[in-house]
Nanobody, 121 residues
Framework: QVQLVESGGGLVQAGGSLRLSCSASGSIFSINAMGWYRQAPRKQRELVALIISRDRTNYADSVKGRFTISRDNAKNIVYLQMNSLKPEDTAVYYC???????????????WGQGTQVTVSS
C-alpha cells in the first residue's frame, strides 16, 4: 500500500507565494515521474508540473516562470514552489506519482487527497 500526503496549501493574496509538499510512503521500490495537478470548480483536472529528474521537468504554460517543481529522491518528496500567485491559480492541487513496488514491477499511478490553494485578489 502507498500513501501520498500533501501539505502546504492555504489562502494567500495575489502576488504571494506558497510551497506545496507531497510525501510518498509505503511499499515503494522505485518512483518514476512525480507531479502536481490541479482542479478548479467546474473545470477538468489539469497538469501543473511534472518532474522525472532534475533536468527533466514539464510545466503548464500558465505557470511557467512562476512555479518550480523539485524532488528529494532520498525522502520520496516532491515540492511545488509557487510564486507570483494569481486568483486563477485557485484550485485543489493533487500530487501524483508513478510507483513500482518491487524490481521488475510495472509502475502504477497514485494520487494524494488534494490540498486547497486559494488566491485572493
Amino acid at each position: 500500500q502507498v500513501q501520498l500526503v500533501e501539505s502546504g496549501g492555504g489562502l494567500v493574496q495575489a502576488g504571494g507565494s506558497l510551497r506545496l509538499s507531497c510525501s510518498a510512503s509505503g511499499s515503494i521500490f522505485s518512483i518514476n515521474a512525480m507531479g502536481w495537478y490541479r482542479q478548479a470548480p467546474r473545470k477538468q483536472r489539469e497538469l501543473v508540473a511534472l518532474i522525472i529528474s532534475r533536468d527533466r521537468t514539464n510545466y503548464a504554460d500558465s505557470v511557467k516562470g512562476r512555479f518550480t517543481i523539485s524532488r528529494d529522491n532520498a525522502k520520496n518528496i516532491v515540492y511545488l514552489q509557487m510564486n507570483s500567485l494569481k486568483p486563477e491559480d485557485t484550485a485543489v492541487y493533487y500530487c501524483h506519482a508513478e510507483i513500482s513496488h518491487y524490481s521488475g514491477n510495472a509502475f502504477y499511478d497514485y494520487w494524494g487527497q488534494g490540498t486547497q490553494v486559494t488566491v485572493s485578489s
